[in-house]
């Protein structure tokens, strides 16, 4: 099979398992320089599923970098409000939204990290309007990756360019089932195995998690009433999607005021442009009161302080270390596919699903909850086969969830 067959397989999995297109959808997508050969493919894919429209939002990274090292300080605390209606008005309209990343790990790292955090916090602002719809899930959207030359440069140092580029396309093909005969059955077969331990875990209705492992001693309480979520969402017409392409994640809502303890990092955070290392974070009563970082420490601390909600956590994600992207053995230096490979928590913003009835709730009674309320939603790893997680149930009996980072349920 060659390369355009390859993502023409990838296109077709990202519409009917990701977005799970209807006839009569329409699709908002971010797009950047290094995708067009990808996005070409998938709009007539979607076109022929009966899309009426791919409405395409374009970026670019020189373009990015270039508004922090040579326009003005009050280009930072600018956000065009105009962009956030289109994009909610969009969303009423029935538009799903479809991010495409071409990620550059490092593309921000020689970037006054003020600068960064005066922008995030801007953006943040501006946008949570249209996060709400994500969060809460009322559109159906997800999230999938591109390899750039940037991107595979910093996976595979030592490689040249387009080998890198080459093996990094392989290696998303292989994360992503696009190696099985039918990927899309693959992916429903395995959204359906992600479901047993989210209803072992629903059924199990523990109080808390310990996490335990080098560097970490770890107690999570979790909202009451909080419900697991393992592969598909469901929108508010009762269609599935797949929010990440690819996914190994089960998580739900820990306690923004009820976690203890100390937690290392099992690699390294890829955020704002710039790499974060061997970090770790101490809770007490929910907040981060001490954290260090070999590298990137200034980056953290900007970030733990953008609002109330950003130092302390938002998610508890468990993810069995023999899955397929966690046995590749490769540090993706990006999110979406770090976070697949390991358990992870994250700091800011929590997820309304996880907390079914929450969308009924006021502010202060979604707080009264636990549930956490931020501007970001920082996910950081740590997993590995080093890892004990231990399920405490409301009488105080305990349970392995996970034993050396796989499954003991």
Not at 2 to 18: H, K, M, P, T, W
Not at 370 to 398: A, C, R, W, Y
Request: glycine share 6%.
């Amino acid at each position: 099979m060659n390369f355009d067959q390859q993502l023409q397989r990838y296109a077709r999995l990202i519409l009917e398992v990701g977005l799970n297109v209807q006839p009569g959808d329409k699709i908002a997508l971010d797009v950047s320089e290094e995708m067009i050969p990808l996005v070409r493919i998938l709009a007539k894919e979607a076109y022929k599923l009966g899309v009426l429209h791919v409405k395409m939002t374009f970026s670019d990274d020189e373009i990015s970098l270039s508004r922090y090292q040579d326009g003005p300080e009050e280009a930072l605390s600018y956000f065009p409000l105009f962009e956030v209606k289109a994009m909610t008005e969009a969303f009423d309209d029935g538009y799903h939204r479809l991010s495409l990343y071409a990620p550059n790990p490092e593309l921000l790292k020689n970037v006054d990290p003020q600068k960064i955090s005066l922008d995030q916090r801007t953006r943040a602002a501006a946008m949570k309007p249209v996060m709400d719809y994500v969060t809460q899930n009322r559109i159906k959207w997800c999230v999938a990756c591109v390899p750039s030359k940037a991107w595979a440069t910093a996976v595979f140092p030592e490689l040249p360019v387009e080998e890198a580029v080459s093996t990094l396309w392989q290696s998303v093909f292989d994360a992503v089932r696009l190696n099985e005969e039918d990927p899309v059955q693959a992916w429903r077969e395995h959204d359906q195995r992600l479901k047993k331990y989210q209803r072992l875990l629903d059924e199990a209705s523990f109080k808390k998690l310990l996490f335990s492992g080098p560097g970490t001693e770890l107690e999570v309480e979790l909202v009451e009433g909080h419900a697991w979520i393992g592969g598909s969402s469901d929108s508010p017409r009762g269609e599935s999607f797949m929010a990440n392409i690819p996914t190994e994640e089960i998580f739900t809502m820990p306690h923004a005021y009820k976690v203890n303890g100390r937690v290392q990092s099992t690699m390294p955070l890829s955020t704002q442009g710039r790499l974060i290392e061997d970090f770790w974070f101490e809770f007490k009563d929910g907040q981060v009161v001490n954290f260090d970082a070999a590298k990137g420490k200034e980056i953290l601390e900007d970030m733990l302080k953008i609002d109330d909600g950003a130092s302390r956590l938002g998610e508890v994600a468990l993810v069995s270390d023999d899955t397929p992207i966690s046995q590749a053995g490769i540090l993706y230096k990006n999110t979406l596919f770090d976070e697949n490979a390991s358990c992870h928590l994250a700091l800011g913003s929590a997820y309304g699903e996880n907390l079914p009835g929450s969308a009924e709730l006021s502010d202060e009674e979604k707080k009264e909850a636990g549930m956490n309320d931020s501007l970001i939603h920082v996910d950081f790893m740590v997993g590995g086969p080093k890892l004990q997680v231990t399920g405490v149930k409301k009488d105080g009996s305990e349970i392995p969830v996970l034993i050396d980072g796989n499954w003991a349920l």
